[in-house]
């Protein structure tokens, strides 16, 4: 099971303290997270907003030390000062953690995290404009009601949409995957908001985006932009889910992707997190290959051929076609252009 300490702690410039708002864990447990993270943040400094994480060892009631994980990420108010006299309140600072003592891996999921404390920050916006800014030490109330309610659904939030999609989706899951790895446009019908946000959420787990991006950027700006987002259509109905693919059919190396998450108990968020990684690690393993042999193949045609094999081999050939193109050169995408030529005259295309 996993635990979760949120832990709202003022930083004041010159006299630096930590002071708990809220928490979860036992008295003893807090205390040395507190402890820890007074150290850790007197020590170096943080961005706002950038999540870090420490393990350590925290105390339990039986006086034995449990191991743990923490995530902890110190967030700025951005709500303006009423007055002058307020200034002093703008410096507040606070520090939310999120604690595991399971074998989850916290770090694999940085991103989610982030993007959650985001939402943090502005349930504690809307709290201090509430507050009277004269009475400084005035305690949250939204730590008992909405604030408190958001915190406590963070393992349910950031981490259990992986167990709810492979549930949901079963043995069509791969076509997340396939649209992920595709860099396609999801459309969503039928679903609501929760189930949209988890489906976009494990899109986003399985997208090698920024990869895509960082391959763009190195395009020679007189090459044609060939990312054009495929547009993938999913309807929910009931207990029918329905791809619309727009013609693009889904490639076996995503079906095995599919076939093998699903062979993983969907409780073990950390086994499943760590299929996913390994399936984008795959498939950039393969496209390096598929570069390397095409960068050959401008000098030696055997190795022309053998980016033909390979292509067929990887069970992922129109999609690393696909990615080939994003940052190409000339002569590359010569030769991948007398490739395609060859592959169209036979009888089965790419997978």
Known sequence: MVS?????????????????????????????????LGNKLSKVSHLPGCGNFLSLGLSSSDDTSNSAVCYYN?????????????????????????????????????????????????????????SDYVQPTQPLSQIDSKLKEYLNEWHESVLEYLKRCVELFGDKIYYLIFTALL?????ITGAGQEVQEDINKFIQCCSISPLVEQLQCETDDTLVDVRNQPIIKLHLESNNIIFDTNGNIPCKFCKLAGDHLLTIDSNNIT?????LESVKLAFIHNLNKVKRFLKQAEIDHYALYRSYLYLRKCGSGELLVRYVKLDASTETLSVLKTLEEFIENQETPLQ
Request: overall charge negative.
């Open 74 to 130: 110190v967030l700025s108010l951005s709500s303006p000062p009423i007055d002058d006299n307020d200034a002093d309140n703008t410096n507040k600072q606070f520090v939310v953690c999120f604690v595991s003592f399971s074998d989850t891996s916290l770090d694999l999921f940085r991103l989610e995290l982030d993007n959650y404390c985001k939402c943090i920050v502005k349930h504690l916006d809307s709290e201090t404009s509430l």
């Open 271 to 275: 086994k499943l997190r760590d299929s």
């Open 183 to 187: 860099d396609g446009n999801l459309m």
């Open 4 to 36: 979760s300490e949120d832990d709202g702690s003022e930083q004041e410039d010159c006299n630096f303290s930590l002071s708990v708002a809220a928490t979860n864990l036992p008295a003893s447990a807090e205390t040395d997270l507190r402890r820890t």
